[in-house]
């Protein structure tokens, strides 16, 4: 009788265990390939790195890895803070013995790490910060810089863009065509605002004024009052760490110019409850959106948010693409060596959520930078309607049209 | 002559703001002797609660700004009976010693304050939505209701603050125990009762210009440092714990800041009031007004 009961007993523990492993994903016995991710998890776009990169690796890891490994996800929070992401580095390589890098929001800090991945020769996609200087330091020390990438467009490229669609959607469509520019100050809105001086004359536009403010700055009046004597018709921004605050303003004192350029936590779903939705009519430029521009682009946007109940900033598609890019450098190389995987993103030509994405060469003053153009990535420009953000350029991926917010139309039309 | 006007209108708004703002840190000063560091935390406390229960409930503006008033009394509270109270009461620390221990932790409480809001919210600023809409021309200037509006109910909570401590009979207890704690206690009043009103009252400070602040200039974890840092330089500059000393000082920093941002750079507004706040310190260390 005890050993019935003995033996019913190892039966239902037994079809217990069985039962609570059913839904687990696949065991793998193999090595786990390690990758590292660094970002400032506070703000938005910060926390979209991570929120991707942990959605690219648990996608491949369900779909069986990379070559049959399971790939292992590290995360650190640098704060913002150069100090804070080069002991990550350190100790991602030294400790955690990752074979790539990516991620980082901020420009300063993407430079502070430069001279460590070419130091411990780490590959290190950089995902959020656009500073041109972050290329240019590969262009310059190839030999020992090559093994940083920098997937997001950089700030020449985003002039760029910006210039493309206030000339296509807003100087030729509504005869706007005076500018100022108004940035934040920070190294990554140097090189934007030279690509905008550059940019937007060529479009047609012309800059009647700039300025550059402290990302500290509470009260933006003085700001508004000084672009208003200008009399722009649009101010053209390069805000990232700044955001509510001059957005707010802007709508309050219903300054009667059209906000557009770089407005990097407007591109954010919460952007609109932070700014009680005082947003609406802001033009943002991002590197992608829940637009038809792949056919990757809508699938990753629609699981992201269910996941995580908040839309993708543009440095979430960056990463997602940087992650899925390093699976396929590992595959085509057979290898995790840093420079065979350097070698293969160098040759690669993906397509990803925010266009078709190759790297500049050595020879090009962004090297490892990704190109810009209608066959690769152009970004897209988004406005928000009613609510919500409606993509408004390129024409191939609209899913609506620029409208000019009343107040702007209202005092235009008056005067 | 239209620069004029503006900062002449623009300078009172912001003035009359930050004198609200000041107004709890020199009455937890002038009366308990606390240089409450956690001050500038209150302020965003308020502020953010508010916004979430605005944003992610919907209630209404005065439910949600009702709300992220509460936090800040409850807040209040807890420091005093946390921390203030029991330092106060200790044996093992000397009396001496006392002011600088609650310094401290008050400090510290900040930090848990900023850490905490960090953590649950974010560091993006938020902002609570306008009382009003639309804007008026006056001296050639444009001017939003909402401004006008958040600058007439600091100046009418500062009135009311001010007539509650001169003429009725719970501020007049608060002002005798800024005067002398023995005297109180011989008149036979209980100081922890003189205690807790004056941290309620802080509290519900805090909270208004907190969310007055907020609706105005927006609120993040990280902008509390320097909210204490301005409170501080203008209660430095007023005379420490000198109510009408705290409002006048406003006026001259808030236009100190607006003159900056105006004639100089809107970077530099926040300069002023720390170079004044380092002169004041070497030259009239006792403030402006000196002591109430």
Known sequence: MKGVVERISILAVSALLCAAFMGVPPVYGAKPINIGVIGFQSPPPGQSIFDAAALAVDQINAKG???????????????????????????????????????????????????????????????????????????????????????????????????????????????????????????????????????LPKAGIQVVGHIRFAPDTNDYTPIFSTIEKAHPDIVVTGWAHVGVKPTVQWHEQQVPVLLAGVNAQAATSAFWAATSGATEGVISQSEASDAPITPKTIPFVKVFEQKFKISPAYCGYNTYDAVYMLKKAIEAAHSTKSDALVKALEKMSYTGTQGHIEFHGKKSQFTHSIKYGPDFVTGIQAQWQNGKLVTIWPKRAATGTLVVPHFVAQKRSAK | MQLFWEILVNGFIVSSIYALGAMGFSLIFGTAGILNLAHGAYLVLAAIVAWFFISYFKLPLPAGLAIGILASVLFSYLLFFLLVNPIDKSKRIPEEEKAIFVLTATLLWSIIIEGMLDYVFGSTPVVIPPFVSGSMHVFEISVTYNMIILAMISLLIIGLLWFAINRTRPGKMLLAASMSRTGVAIMGIELKRVYLLLWGIYGILAGISGVLLAAFLGASARAAPELTGMAFSIVVLGGLGSITGSFFASYIIGYLGTLTAYLISPSYTPLPAFFVLVVILLLRPQGLFGRF
């Open chain 1, 65 to 199: 890895g990379i070559n049959g490994r399971p790939v292992k996800l590290f995360a650190y929070d640098d704060h913002g803070k150069s100090a804070d992401a080069v002991e990550a580095f350190q100790r991602a390589v030294y400790s955690d013995h990752v074979v790539a890098v990516v991620g980082v929001w901020i420009s300063e800090v993407a430079l502070a790490l430069e001279p460590w991945a070419a130091r411990l020769h780490v590959p290190f996609i950089v995902t959020g910060g656009a500073s041109t200087k972050i290329s240019a330091l590969v262009h310059d020390n190839y030999n020992s810089y090559k093994y940083i990438f920098q997937l997001t467009l950089n700030s020449d490229q985003m002039a760029r863009s910006i210039a493309d669609f206030l000339k296509e959607d807003v100087a030729d469509k509504l005869g706007y065509k005076r500018a100022f520019i108004a940035s934040e100050n920070f190294d990554w809105t140097k090189s934007l605002d030279a690509g905008y001086m550059k940019y």
